[in-house]
């Protein structure tokens, strides 16, 4: 039975708390970052707070036996100030109301000993079995390349849908296209899955799109463009 505390009450927190809730061979409890208090002696404790407040958070539980880990893609392993410390990052976009299959969610683990490794490794195997061993400053790539792949391709729809909105087009008409182009990249490196105007290079199309486009969108489009015609 791996003991485990979580700190945090966001969205990484909950979904930890509720998927080792039901996880075998786990004990596990959940304390509110905010009202550290008394904090339960564990094998694990895992601090998912923001990147901000990890090293304050860390810095409250500093004379602990357990293992301290974060579970932050762009913080260094080092920002915890612990005896024993590690890195549990879940490469996933957590959303609250949004069910995760754990199965799915590559971790990605960093520990300073062998030994915690092999703790850390037990315990996300009790979630899922996408597990990699990563360092703090391939995390920080990692996390840079996550970033562009979901947050700005999310940004992407934001603005599809926007247009779409203004023509009075349902967005829904695009969710084939966007779950296709997702299928595609597990087949084909990104480079030889580009498609569009931009890898044709159909002038004339290019020049009608931006004529519809608002400014900022414009910018975009064309930066854009432009990056896919240079690579």
């Given at each position: ?67 301290i ?5 762009a913080?260094?392993?080092n ?8 890195v ?32 850390l ?7 899922g ?6 360092s ?38 695009l969710?084939?296209?966007i ?27 290019i ?19 432009k990056?896919?015609q240079?690579?």
């Amino acid at each position: 039975m791996i003991s485990v505390v979580i700190l945090g009450n966001g969205n990484v927190a909950t979904h930890l708390y509720n998927a080792f809730s039901k996880a075998p061979g786990i004990s596990v409890m959940q304390i509110n970052s905010r009202t550290l208090t008394v904090i339960q002696d564990s094998e694990i404790t895992i601090i998912a707070v923001s990147d901000d407040a990890i090293q304050q958070v860390s810095k409250t539980i500093i004379n602990r036996e357990g293992l301290i880990v974060h579970t932050s893609g762009a913080v260094d392993i080092n920002a915890l100030k612990n005896k024993r410390k590690g890195v549990f990052y879940p490469l996933q976009s957590f959303t609250k109301n949004a069910e995760i299959d754990f199965n799915e969610v590559p971790f990605c683990l960093e520990t300073e000993n062998i030994k915690d490794y092999t703790l850390l490794e037990n315990l996300a195997k009790t979630l899922g079995s996408k597990i990699y061993q990563i360092s703090s400053e391939q995390r920080k790539k990692l996390h840079v390349a996550a970033v562009f792949v979901n947050n700005f391709t999310n940004h992407m729809y934001k603005i599809g849908n926007d247009i779409c909105s203004n023509n009075k087009i349902p967005f829904e008409i695009l969710h084939p296209l966007i779950e296709e182009t997702a299928k595609k990249i597990k087949t084909l490196s990104p480079v030889h899955a580009q498609t569009g105007p931009a890898k044709r290079n159909d002038t004339q199309t290019i020049k009608n799109h931006l004529e519809d486009l608002n400014l900022e969108q414009k910018k975009i489009y064309q930066l854009l463009t432009k990056s896919i015609q240079e690579s």
